[in-house]
């Protein structure tokens, strides 16, 4: 749980910047800002007026709790709690991989995810432009091989009814006709 652990650090350094969080958790400053504008708006964490050099300084409220995890548009989301966010983890790790490589690495006792699901899911992020198919598959003798082409961020890109993919790492919704069976 890496905000988890993030929070952590910003709980016992009381008073950071970004490049602290970042220095010490070994995630990017970007990352850093990004979960320190979260706290900001949830109300776990300020910015003091005196900056380091021209590095923003910011402090712990107070407020009792873990900040809860947020995308862009507010909505609670779960570090793990969903098979696509937990397969898109396991393709960002991978870089190359097999829809089987994915179900391993993706599947957790809370959150079961089937081969077939990654098979699926990476059949429709190829089509979406976010895989390409580095070996094709020989049905009963070997499962394709992808590779990650889009890496767009963590949160994962869901296909919604509308036959689309929607990332909410850039707000965008992808069309992608056909993905659906």
Known sequence: MERERIWNLARVMGQFTAHDLSADSGRSVQFCKDRIGDWILLGYVEEL????????????TGKSGMPPATDRDGNRIREEGSPEGNMWRAIRML???????VAMHANTETVPVAEAEAVEYCRVLAKGGYLRIEVKAIAGRRPATYRLMRNTGPLPPRVTRIRAIRDDNLGQVTYAQGILK
């Open 49 to 60: 007026p005196e900056r380091r050099g021209n590095k923003k300084q910011f402090k712990i």
């Open 95 to 101: 870089r190359t991989f097999s829809p089987r490589d």
